[in-house]
């Protein structure tokens, strides 16, 4: 074989400088492009995150189906394009983008022109429709990993919108396939960028003992644990969600403790705790469990309802679990029609607050009932049998106060005890409010200073403040002495959006000390109980914003606190009327109070002791319906029943407090109510009226007091929101299991609104004596009130036949129905859709063809280069000339390293005398094997200029070895 | 500062005259980096790049929208970008705590040549569950081959999909180049699973104050065997009309063939001694080899010669070392003679000689000299120590040095190197060069073509004009 010669190569060294001239243009600095992102798999995950994003938004913003379609249609067909042609930059790809860029825009103000027309302007949902659009537009420029980047980010943003909207259940399992989704997006890239910066290797491992085995083993092992490590991200997301302190709790943290620290306290950073007694993850869908006394759950199975009578006698309501005081006149039951086990009969309610003072009216009819079952006709409603208390102005006694078209003046409604709505009668699970808050609350509507004996009054307004709005925007309530709070008392700020969704009175529900609140009407009026006013009634859709300070108690610290008795003189003194007792009161009651709560301690200490024994002594069961009942009401709690809803708690509560020297008060309003994970805020119904106590405690003000089994005032429930709170509460769930302590039975829609306010019926006995709630002539049944306790069968019917228990029990198990509303899509008088075909379809089908073509052509090219998954340029141009080399008989083994192929030129064994080879092709590929190992190895900035060298060389040794071979 | 140092620098006798290209770029990771010693041989870096920030940045907007909105999946939202941080950050760090390496690689190589690491990585004892939970994935894997002149690694990171119990890696240089290279250390990076930040760890295979122990790989100037033809010009081209017949003395005789006998020279074996011949004429008569009927030779390498361009100087110690080589081929003991001079007082001497290993004079001293000699800029010759052109007066001293450009076209570039046998006279050029820094522009060869062109002293004659180290073979 010949020795060729050395062929002269271009050297850039030996090209003569470029002379400088001063008046030479600076060449234009080079702008490097970012390299086309290879990886299929990333491209496939961030496709799966624009859909997945824009599935969602649209859900949410409830967008037409064919926006929808285009959106989806958008980000598939864009993700596969721009994946084509990544290489490549293409006018009609610019071209599709702009233009849906512009209708996307154009989409916008449309819409935002059609809410401004309608009067009702929200930018939410046309912002979210922009973005969804951008999100689908970009996948068509998915060209480099910045632009997938970009492309995250922008689903990043179209989920933060979405998630305004979106509150339920459903949007946290997006979430996290979203969270599943970016960290296999991170995955991917992190794969290509550690890819990109290093040459793969030789590598091998040492097989152990049995080495197929092994082998196999390690492969399914590399393949499989990093989706195992991609797994951690959403689990460990899921313990950080859980553990994540709320802002509120922050804000909490650093205010307590700069407070703390003012006043020269100890540090306290256990910020996880919540103030207002309910964890944060109370307010996580899926996570709370609210005290049964608060209706949140509960409500033992129901007893079968007898069948009504004929029909005259409404059964008796059911107990809201926020009376007071029980009682109700005795009257005939409503003629509504009512359905069993749902029915709320208007015969009046069982424990009314103050159902003793119904007067002389009509007996409501009877409510409306469950759907499943057929409905039995209600009893009539009651009849007074006597003329009514004078104090009696309760509303439900006229059937037409139903509709709220009776209105009474504030000091009317506040001495009625309205709890709840007036038409609670009937419908029990009445959306009363929905209330936006980070944070389950009490709401406090009413407060009573002054006991019968058989039911609560208000001694007297006081003087009343009026508050109206600052600046136009909020009135403010912090100036006013019942609003005070405490220098040093150490609270939380909350603000609470609430809306109102029946006609409720007058009274304003608010959480604990309200500071701000933004009510469209001036002015509010604030008593010397810290009640809250209007001055019209507060109808349904009203919307109002509160701030308050919700106190938290460091009971530990209240109970240490030394007992000052000049202090209690003073008190006691000064809240005179806090102490009064009913005439008469059962001396058993005082000896009770004071063995109970001792002598030893403080205020605080006592009225702890006190809730403490009725907590565990007493039995709460809201369907106890003592009509009989004409005892004082503490006592016949305390000595007779010993079980009972939390009025009867509360007025036993109150009158041992007082008993002992503890100035008290009654406390009406309602429980946090059910978080609705449909929408993301707390429902309060008829069913969640509630009450409980307050005790004055010098250095905290009124301290409340819920003394029910379940009640969680004055102190937060140990649950927070750590994640050892939650392992704990998981604990004690599971200890309950296995001590037979079944869970509490899924909440009873009641059957009958157990009335806070007076008996909705004519059972009113007339001398003011207890009533006897509801009871029904004709009727056997026990309707049990609301709060969800268990309620006896609201069956006021006529004894329909199909009246069964089992009928009323199938439908009052039946979990009451969530309202979601969904939003409202804006109007498009414009229908654009057609136009939107034209101008998409069209194009969209040109493109699927190119993309088409683009992919048999590549599907061809991959089937020619099959060696490698991702090859080189670089390697390309080797395995086209490992090819070209094959022509003159010099075959490349699949051992050989370029060095051995180019030892292939001079070794004897593979000199065929038949084939001549260029004197050229030696040198030539010996050049090109030198730069293919520099840029496979090699690690310098000359790779471009490599790149073209080597394309030059390919293309030498191309047009040799054709040319030699057709010579020969 | 900065000005004080940049006029040390231009002042610094031993300033390269060409800026070193450098061997490979420094794997870039536009990242900000915070680094600290874990343990005596081993560095730990992290990289915090921007899109951690980014992520960092997001998570109170989210937390504070939450707190805004009061919606819980917020929280869930910002929970996920909060454990893709600790996630990103973490896990890599465990990667990079898992591992150990190891590395061996050749001792010497010629340039042009690839040389062939192998890395070993480790992972410490696991049991299987615990690596199936933590794999070790998607490692980048760099030795740290630093030329000593150079400041960065001449290797790639190395990409390794997956580490078990052990895997090793082969990493290929690309072809090198002439000159010195120390592994400081090899790195391994991670940023498994998320890519949110790299962690890098280095173990370093000696202590900064142990330079020298590194395990380095010399590379060799290109060699290739020369014919030698050109030696008999070397007679022609000496004042001595009996030519440089037995200049040399036979240290390293590898001829057995005797061509007769000689008188004795100081020096001379007295086992080389030819009694019988010496007997005979009653002096002392030696063996002469046919080896030493050729001319010997030093060969001078000036540095601060008037090199166009790096291409020409590594060709001109190419020939150099294939010179080296014929003369120790043909039994003598050729002396590689340097300018400025590199045998002087340490301080003296320029960077690239602070790590040559003491050898004796030979040809392995040759090899390291040559392995590490870089052109020089012109700087104050009186501030460097005499170079001294040896003791023998009979043999030739050789010199490759460039082309001149004899052409009045300044912008032409001539890359050729002539190979000239110059007088041991050329001393005096270069105080003369001294004298006059001007006229010192071209020190040696240039003064020393002038003169041979008829003024002043001749200080030698071309042999012959090499363009391409092949031309040496039948040379």
Not at chain 1, 45 to 61: D, E, F, Q, R, S
Not at chain 2, 31 to 58: C, H, M
Request: proline share 6%; charged share 20%; glycine share 10%.
């Amino acid at each position: 074989m010949k020795m060729p010669s050395l062929p002269t190569l271009p050297s850039l060294s030996k090209e003569p400088k470029p002379t400088k001239s001063p008046n030479t243009p600076k060449p234009k600095q080079e702008v490097k492009f970012e390299p086309a992102e290879d990886s299929i798999g990333l491209r496939i995950v961030a496709c799966g995150i624009a859909v997945l994003c824009i599935i969602t938004a649209c859900i949410y913003v409830n967008s037409t189906s064919m926006l929808i379609f285009f959106y989806l249609w958008g980000a598939l067909t864009g993700s596969y394009v721009s994946y084509q042609f990544r290489h490549q930059k293409t006018f009609w790809l610019t071209f599709i983008t702009t233009a849906g860029l512009l209708i996307v825009l154009g989409n916008f103000f449309e819409e935002m022109f059609v809410q401004f027309n309608t009067g009702k302007v929200q930018a939410l949902v046309p912002f979210i429709h922009v973005l969804t659009g951008l999100q689908a537009l970009h996948t068509f420029d998915l060209r480099a990993k910045s632009d997938i980047n970009v492309s995250a980010l922008i689903g990043l943003g179209l989920f933060a919108c979405t998630a305004v909207i979106a509150r339920d259940v459903l949007f946290a399992y997006i979430t996290l396939a979203y969270i599943t989704l970016v960290a296999s997006l991170l995955y991917y890239e992190a794969v290509s960028r550690t890819r990109s910066a290093g040459a793969v290797g030789m590598s091998s491992e040492r097989a152990e003992i049995n080495e197929l085995r092994e082998a196999a083993v390690k492969k399914k092992v590399s393949v499989g644990n990093a989706f195992i490590s991609l797994a951690m991200l959403p689990l460990l997301s899921i313990l950080v969600f859980l553990s994540l302190p709320r802002v509120e709790s922050l804000f909490d943290l650093v205010l307590n403790n700069i407070r703390r620290a003012q006043n020269g306290e100890t540090l306290n950073l256990t910020w996880v705790k919540s103030p207002n007694g309910i964890g944060v993850l109370g307010t996580v869908p899926g996570l709370s469990s609210l005290p049964k006394s608060m209706g949140g759950q509960g409500g033992e199975p129901e007893r079968g309802g007898k069948s009504g009578g004929n029909g005259t006698g409404g059964g008796r309501a059911g107990t809201a679990g926020t009376d007071l005081v029980s009682g109700s006149g005795t009257g005939t039951g409503g003629d509504g029609t009512a359905i069993p086990g749902a029915g709320a009969s208007g015969g009046g309610a069982g424990e009314s607050i103050n159902g003793g003072a119904a007067g002389d009216g009509k007996g409501a009819k009877a409510g409306k009932g469950g759907k499943n079952v057929k409905g039995g006709k209600g009893g009539k409603g009651g009849q007074s049998n006597k003329p009514g208390d004078v104090s009696n102005t309760n509303p439900a006694t006229k059937p037409s106060v139903n509709k709220g078209d009776e209105e009474k003046s504030p000091e009317e409604e506040d001495k009625s005890m309205v709890f709840r709505n007036k038409d609670s009668v009937e419908h029990e699970n009445e959306l009363i409010m929905r209330v936006m808050s980070s944070r389950d609350t009490y709401f406090r509507r009413v407060c009573f200073d002054k006991y019968d004996g058989h039911s609560w009054t208000i001694s007297s307004l006081g003087k009343e403040s009026k508050c109206s709005k600052h600046k136009n925007a909020y009135q403010e309530l912090a100036g006013v002495p019942s609003l005070f709070v405490e220098p040093g008392m150490h609270s939380a700020q909350l603000t609470q959006e609430i809306t109102i969704e029946a006609n409720i009175g007058h009274l304003l529900p608010v959480a604990a000390i309200p500071q701000q609140i933004a009510y469209p009407e001036d002015p509010i009026l604030v008593d010397q109980f810290g009640a809250l006013r209007t001055k019209n009634p507060i109808k349904a859709g009203t919307h109002y914003r509160v701030v308050s300070q919700v106190p938290d108690y460091d009971v530990d610290e209240m109970r240490k606190a030394p007992f000052d008795s000049k202090d209690a003189q003073s008190t006691t003194g000064e809240f005179q009327n806090y102490l009064q007792l009913p005439a008469g009161l059962n001396p058993e009651i005082t000896k009770l109070a004071k063995s109970v709560a001792g002598s030893e301690g403080n205020s605080f200490a006592k009225a702890e002791r006190i809730c403490n024994f009725l907590r565990r002594n007493y039995k709460y069961s809201s369907d106890l319906t003592d009509a009989d009942n004409k005892e004082e009401i503490a006592y016949h709690f305390l000595f007779r029943t010993k079980e009972g809803a939390c009025g009867p708690f509360t007025t036993a509560f109150v009158v041992m407090c007082r008993a002992v020297g503890l100035p008290a008060r009654s406390i009406g309003g309602f429980g946090p109510g059910d978080f609705n994970d449909g929408t993301g805020m707390h429902e309060i119904k008829n069913m969640h009226g509630h009450a409980w106590g307050e005790v004055y405690i010098p250095g905290y003000d009124w301290v409340p007091f819920d003394a029910t089994p379940t009640g969680l005032l004055p102190k937060p429930t140990p649950e927070d929101n750590s994640f050892m709170g939650t392992v704990k509460k998981g604990f004690e769930q599971l200890s309950d299991r296995f001590n037979n302590q079944t869970p509490t039975p899924p909440p009873l829609p009641p059957q009958q609104a157990s009335l806070p306010q007076p008996p909705t019926g004519s059972e009113k006995s007339a001398d003011g004596q207890p009533g006897q709630g509801g009871k029904s002539q004709g009727g056997s049944t026990t309707a049990r009130g609301a709060d969800g306790k268990p309620a006896k069968s609201g069956a006021t019917g006529n004894g329909a036949a199909d009246n069964t228990p089992g009928a009323t029990r199938s439908s009052e198990n039946k979990k009451p129905e969530t309202k979601t509303e969904a939003p409202k899509a804006p109007e498009k008088p414009v229908d654009w859709h057609e136009l939107i075909l034209l101008i998409i379809v069209v194009p969209a089908v040109m493109l699927l063809f190119q993309a088409i073509r683009a992919a048999v052509m590549q599907a061809r090219a991959a089937r020619k280069v099959k060696s490698l998954e991702k090859p080189k340029p670089s390697t390309l141009l080797y395995l086209k000339v490992v090819d070209d080399l094959a022509r003159v008989k010099i075959y490349r083994l699949p051992t050989d390293t370029p060095q051995d192929l180019l030892a292939r030129f001079s070794s004897d064994e593979d000199y065929d005398p038949e084939v001549s080879i260029h004197p050229d092709l030696e040198p030539l590929c010996k050049h090109f094997m030198e730069l293919y190992i520099a840029d496979r190895f090699g690690c310098d900035d000359a790779a471009e200029m490599r790149a073209s060298q080597m394309k030059k060389l390919s293309d030498q040794i191309h047009s040799l070895v054709r040319v030699k071979h057709h010579d020969n | 500062m900065q000005t004080l140092l940049k006029g040390f620098w231009s002042k610094y006798q031993f300033r390269s005259k060409f800026v070193a290209t450098p061997e490979g770029e420094e794997w870039g990771l536009k990242a900000l980096r915070i680094g600290f010693r874990d343990s005596p041989n081993t560095k730990i870096a992290l990289y915090l790049e921007q899109r951690v920030f980014i992520a960092a940045l997001l998570v109170p907007l989210i937390y504070v929208f939450a707190g805004e909105t009061t919606n819980q999946w917020f929280y869930l939202i910002a929970a996920g970008v909060i454990s893709a941080i600790v996630l990103g950050l973490m896990m890599p760090l465990w990667q990079v705590l898992d591992v150990t390496t190891q590395c061996s690689l050749p001792n010497n190589s010629m340039a042009g040549d690839s040389v062939l690491l192998k890395i070993t990585l480790e992972r410490r004892k696991h049991t299987k569950l615990f690596a199936l939970l933590f794999p070790v994935k998607w490692l980048l894997v760099r030795a740290n081959l630093v030329a000593n002149n150079g400041k960065s690694s001449v290797l790639k990171p190395m990409l390794v999909e997956h580490v078990g119990h052990e895997s090793w890696v082969y990493a290929a240089t690309s072809p090198l180049r002439r000159g010195v290279y120390h592994l400081h250390g090899i790195e391994i990076y991670s940023c498994f699973p998320l890519g949110l930040a790299w962690w890098s760890r280095t173990f370093e295979l000696k202590s900064e104050t142990e330079e020298d122990s590194r395990p380095s790989i010399v590379v060799y100037p290109r060699m290739v065997q020369i014919e030698g033809n050109f030696l008999y010009k070397i007679r022609s081209a000496t004042d001595s009309p009996m030519g440089l017949v037995a200049s040399r003395k036979p240290t390293n005789v590898v001829s057995s063939s005797v061509r007769g006998v000689r008188e004795f020279m100081h020096g001379d074996s007295p086992r080389l001694v030819h009694w019988a011949s010496s007997a005979r004429v009653g002096r002392l008569l030696v063996r002469e080899f046919e080896a030493e009927g050729l001319p010997g030779y030093d060969i001078l390498l000036n540095l601060r010669a008037n090199w166009v361009n790096r291409e020409q100087f590594e060709l001109a110690v190419s020939i150099v070392h294939s010179l080296m080589n014929l003369g120790f081929k043909l039994g003598g003991a050729p002396d590689l003679l340097v300018v400025p001079s590199l045998d002087g007082e340490n301080k003296y001497l320029p960077y690239f000689m602070k790590d040559m290993p003491a050898l004796p004079p030979g040809l392995a001293r040759s090899g390291h000299l040559l392995a590490r000699v870089e052109p020089l800029k012109q700087g104050k010759a009186s501030a460097t120590q005499p170079t001294s052109l040896g003791e023998s007066a009979h043999a030739a001293l050789l010199t490759i040095r460039p082309t001149a450009n004899e052409t009045a076209d300044s912008n032409l570039i001539i890359e050729t190197v002539d190979l000239a046998v110059i007088p041991r006279t050329w001393e005096a050029a270069l105080a003369q060069e001294a004298q006059s820094s001007k006229e010192a522009h071209m020190p040696v060869h240039e003064g020393g073509i002038v003169n041979r062109r008829g003024s002043g002293k001749s200080t030698g004659r071309v042999i012959t004009v090499i363009e391409r180290l092949e031309e040496v073979v039948r040379l």
